[in-house]
């Protein structure tokens, strides 16, 4: 449940982007786009119903939103703008 566009995907847990070329390959080189490099969700699992989606989302903001792979974290990365690539405004997620 990824949306699939020309710059890669939006993961719908946490709104990153991800590339299209990008180091998610396995070693046989198959690749391996499910995984968030953000968040670490992957495509058709934590995903799977809206209400996963959320419960994922919210379990990831909650711990502190770790980065699967943090080398790829940009310097001025922002959480509530990426949470805007998808909709979710971060304060729904704070304070409770
Ligand atoms: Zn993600």
């Not at 995903?47 to 310097?75: A, C, Y």
């Amino acid at each position: 449940m990824t949306q699939q566009t020309e710059q890669g995907y939006i993961c719908r847990v946490c709104g990153y982007r991800n590339p299209d070329h990008n180091p998610f390959r396995d070693e046989t080189g198959t690749s391996v786009h499910g995984i968030c490099a953000c968040c670490g969700s992957e495509s058709g699992y934590e995903d799977s119903t809206p209400e996963s989606t959320k419960v994922n989302r919210r379990r990831w903001i909650q711990e502190g939103t770790k980065w699967f792979h943090p080398e790829l974290k940009p310097e001025n990365w922002d959480l509530a703008t990426q949470l805007h690539n998808i909709g979710v405004d971060l304060k729904d997620y704070q304070n409770n």
